[in-house]
């Protein structure tokens, strides 16, 4: 059985950086991509950020475009998520997700396993 565990979110003033981190265990070899959304209080969850197993190319949303870095450790069957120049905008839950690789890769349709989630929260 597949797993995803993310961990390192927290509390940090605008401005600061935090790193996020998903490791996947378990029967990992279907996984073409993983993605980050996150979800604020009141709000839909949103794309944030994919990349591909096999090149590491990235792709981000625009809100984020500049101040995240998506990277993934292939040997460890990790991805993080380097987050630069937080705003208090950037506050949510942030959820890493697999997906096979069909579908779009912004789109939460296309992922099939979820993590449980961690918080970030950006103070102003």
């Known amino acids: 059985q597949v797993q995803l565990v993310e961990s390192g979110g927290g509390l940090v003033q605008a401005g600061g950086s935090l790193r996020l981190s998903c490791a996947a265990s378990?029967?990992?070899?279907?996984?073409?991509?993983m993605g980050w959304f996150r979800q604020a209080p009141g709000k839909e969850r949103e794309f944030v950020s994919t990349?591909?197993?096999?090149?590491?190319?990235?792709y981000y949303a625009d809100s984020v475009k500049g101040r995240f870095t998506n990277t993934r450790d292939n040997a460890k069957n990790t991805v993080y998520l380097q987050m630069n120049s937080l705003k208090p905008e950037d506050t949510a839950v942030y959820y890493c997700?697999?997906?096979?690789?069909?579908?779009?890769?912004?789109?939460?349709?296309?992922?099939?396993?979820w993590g449980q989630g961690t918080q970030v929260t950006v103070s102003s």
């Open positions: 990349i591909n197993w096999r090149d590491g190319r990235a």
């Open positions: 997700a697999a997906r096979a690789g069909s579908g779009s890769y912004y789109s939460e349709a296309s992922y099939y396993l």
């Open positions: 378990g029967r990992t070899f279907s996984m073409y991509a």
